[in-house]
């Protein structure tokens, strides 16, 4: 299935592209499309589940894969996984695939006072992001009962990784409180709100150390004890939610080992040790669950050859892969060339390839300077490691079509259609 269960191999593709294609999953009109590994990601769920306490919610985050079959089948795999929403939107789609209220995790930087009404009323777990939201908060709160919880996400200001965009826990962020700066007012909030019960967290995604990220839960953790002695005292309950949010880095390059899930939960246990047993847990992990597990195919549509560099002209670029053409230097894939039959190529072509997508601006280039092997036009190219973070944050620029997206199970031996291809028909009513 995987190198070590945590990468999809060449050699793993090899036999599916073969069987898609001969079988017809794959259509002349389907000039790219995504493919998931049912079993892989199931494996990846049970992961997650067997490193964390029974009691905890694992809120998917919605944001890097919004399929609703995907969400469906992830949610019937475990009964502790709920989703984590980034906007009212994906709150509603978390509600209409089934997923109990309790079981939703709403985080926004910007919500209004209708959806804030409409998250309370649905009875959503709810991450303040600021003060000012606070405020808002006591005030829809104050003369009604709710089945929502409350926490605030406080910035533990420890750093950034690797990757400065996706990095959010710095000295400042566009996220949630300052701890250093607004301590005595997140201490007041805790002292004046019995409801307030939950704190939240979040380092960055991908790019941050297993040390960055246990760091800032310990501020936290050392945060909360604090306030709890104090809320006793006060007759309060004590805050008993923690959301450590997500991060966990995943590996895009075979040569490349990323920490696993039991190293991470354990450097957790060391740092703040009763947090897994004293704590109800959200964990809100989107890139870890489903990167590894999708990888996306594009015919070689033309293949152009100048003075020491050949250009393959494929059918996905800065629509599909935005964070990549934008800023290749951090984020980076690793690619497999295929025979029109999907039997693997090998070798290496002694002139490397710029991979050029088919919008129109010079930026839409996947990746510069790539080893292959010898590619020619009707070659199908695959781009690994793909499965968070790229249908989810597709581009409606030269209104191109979505691709088919594809889903099976144990190397192929089944196949399902999770999102078809869009019409022509569908394209235009969008923009009506």
């Excluded at 793993?12 to 590994?37: N, P």
């Excluded at 009964?79 to 929403?85: A, K």
């Excluded at 070689?300 to 892969?321: C, Q, R, S």
């Excluded at 793909?386 to 099976?408: A, C, E, K, L, V």
Aim: a neutral charge; one cysteine or more; proline letters at 5%.
């Amino acid at each position: 299935m995987s190198d070590l269960h945590t990468r999809i191999s060449p050699h793993c593709i090899e036999k599916v592209l073969k069987t898609a294609l001969s079988q017809g999953w794959l259509r002349e009109e389907d000039t790219a499309a995504i493919f998931y590994d049912l079993t892989f990601l199931k494996y990846r769920i049970s992961q997650l589940v067997s490193a964390f306490p029974d009691t905890t919610l694992h809120g998917l985050a919605i944001k890097a894969n919004p399929l609703l079959r995907i969400m469906k089948k992830v949610h019937s795999m475990a009964p502790n996984i709920g989703v984590e929403t980034a906007s009212i939107g994906e709150v509603n789609l978390a509600l209409k695939t089934g997923h109990p209220a309790h079981h939703i995790v709403y985080d926004s930087p910007v919500k209004t006072h209708f959806e804030l009404k409409y998250a309370i009323a649905a009875g959503v777990h709810i991450n303040i992001d600021n003060l000012t939201e606070l405020a808002r908060i006591a005030h829809l709160v104050a003369d009604q009962t709710t089945q929502s919880t409350f926490g605030i996400r406080i910035n533990p200001q420890v750093g950034v990784g690797m990757i400065l965009e996706s990095s959010v826990a710095g000295e400042y962020s566009k996220f949630g409180v300052p701890m250093k700066s607004r301590r005595s007012e997140l201490e007041s909030a805790f002292y004046t709100y019995p409801w307030l019960t939950g704190v939240h967290l979040h380092v960055g995604s991908q790019g941050c150390s297993l040390q960055l990220l246990t760091d800032g839960i310990g501020v936290l953790y050392d945060f909360v004890i604090e306030v709890n002695k104090k809320r006793e005292m006060k007759g309060f309950p004590p805050v008993s939610v923690f959301d450590i949010g997500g991060g966990l880095p995943v590996s895009y390059r075979h040569d490349q080992q990323a920490p696993s899930m039991e190293e991470y939960v354990s450097a957790i246990r060391n740092r703040a040790p009763n947090l897994l047993t004293k704590f109800r847990l959200i964990t809100e992990f989107g890139r870890w669950v489903y990167t590894n597990a999708g990888w996306t195919v594009s015919r070689v549509e033309y293949v152009k050859h100048d003075p020491g560099i050949n250009t393959a002209m494929i059918h996905v670029g800065a629509d599909l892969f935005v964070r990549e053409c934008l800023n290749p230097r951090d984020w980076r894939h690793e690619y497999s060339a295929f025979n029109p039959d999907g039997k693997l190529k090998t070798g290496i072509d002694a002139i490397p390839y710029n991979l050029a997508g088919p919008l129109c601006f010079s930026g839409d280039i996947l990746a510069k300077k790539v080893n292959l092997p010898l590619v020619k036009e009707g070659d199908y190219l695959v781009i690994h490691d793909s499965g968070s973070y790229t249908f989810s944050m597709w581009s409606r620029y030269n209104s191109r079509q979505t691709p088919r997206i594809i889903g099976y199970l144990n190397d192929g031996k089944q196949f399902e259609i999770l999102k078809e291809r869009e019409t022509l028909e569908e394209l235009y009513n969008f923009w009506r």
